[in-house]
Each structure stands twice: as C-alpha cells, then as structure tokens.
Nanobody, 120 residues
Framework: QVQLVESGGGLVQSGGSLRLSCAAS????????MAWYRQAPGKQRELVAH???????NYADSVKGRFTIARDNAKNTVFLQMNSLKPEDTAVYSC??????????????WGQGTQVTVSS
C-alpha cells in the first residue's frame, strides 16, 4: 500500500511564508510526476505546481514567482515553498504523485490535505 502524508500547513499573516512537505511511503518502485493542488471553499480544485521526474516544473499563473516546488527523490518527498503569501492563497493544499508499486502498476495517489490560512 502507498501513502502520501503532508505536513507544514498552518496560519500565517499576509506576506509571510510556509513550506509544505509531502512524503510518499509504502510499496514504491518508482515515482513519476508529483504536484500540489489546492481547493478553496466554494471553488474547484486547481493545480498549483507540478514537477516531473526530471525536475521540470510548471506553476499556476497566480503563484509564479512566489511559490517553488522541489523534490527529494531519495526520500520520495515533494516540497512547496510558499513566499509572499496572500489571503487568496487560503485553501486546503493536497499533494499528488504518480507512483509505480512493486507489482509494476502505475496509479494516482493523493494526500489527505493540509490547511493553509493567510490572514490579512
């Protein structure tokens, strides 16, 4: 079984920073893409940042220049460094990974989500 566990959410003032982490564990043979998504109350889930196995990245326009996604392949972990946070960044942030398990089956996995609240 494969699990994704996020950490690092919380309450921060506008202009502040937070760093989210997401560690994958279990019967992992390999990990392809990893990403962070967010969902604010009353809104659809949106892609925040994406990183390939080759560390190519892309970002939502709303976070470019403020957020940075990175991964540590040795630890099966993806990070999201969030700087210059704004109240509109308030949402539940979830990590995603495309993982091949020991049976060589590729599947999509999601973390449970972590709340990020930015006060004005």
């Amino acid at each position: 079984q494969v699990q994704l566990v996020e950490s690092g959410g919380g309450l921060v003032q506008s202009g502040g920073s937070l760093r989210l982490s997401c560690a994958a564990s279990g019967s992992i043979f390999g990990i392809n893409a990893m990403a962070w998504y967010r969902q604010a109350p009353g809104k659809q889930r949106e892609l925040v940042a994406h990183i390939t196995s080759g560390t190519n990245t892309n970002y939502a326009d709303s976070v470019k220049g403020r957020f940075t996604i990175a991964r540590d392949n040795a630890k099966n972990t993806v990070f999201l460094q969030m700087n210059s946070l704004k109240p509109e960044d308030t949402a539940v942030y979830s990590c995603y990974a495309y993982i091949q398990d020991y049976t060589k089956t590729w599947s999509h996995y999601w973390g449970q989500g972590t709340q990020v609240t930015v006060s004005s």
